[in-house]
């Protein structure tokens, strides 16, 4: 493989995370718990209400969906104002290397 003109060895990188629910949410910032969160599911902005429904009409998060809110929240000087985004998309919005632009 060249790479800018350099012969270079590529490695493949595959990462995967093995764990309980509980776990995962910790690791990834998501709040843990029933149906009192606003998004209960940590791959859409699904409420708990439509969460049974045979044909939810969901919008899935996506990577530049959450940077942006994190944007918005460590933007914020008021840590209640902080607080109530992070509550508004069941998200403890932490730093962490899967939001990295260029992780994948």
């Not at 350099?6 to 990188?13: D, M, T």
């Not at 439509?50 to 990577?63: A, F, G, H, V």
């Amino acid at each position: 493989l060249v790479v800018n003109g350099y012969r270079v060895n590529g490695k493949v990188w595959i990462h995967f995370i093995i764990g309980d629910t509980a776990g995962n949410n910790r690791l990834l910032g998501q709040y843990n718990g029933s149906g009192e969160m606003s998004m209960p599911y940590r791959d859409c902005q699904c409420p708990f209400s439509e969460l049974d429904s045979s044909n939810p009409s969901c919008e899935y998060r996506t990577d530049a969906m959450m940077r942006d809110v994190k944007k918005q929240h460590d933007g914020k000087t008021k840590k209640y104002e902080q607080e109530a985004l992070q509550k508004s998309y069941s998200n403890h919005l932490i730093d962490n290397a899967f939001m990295m632009e260029g992780v994948p």
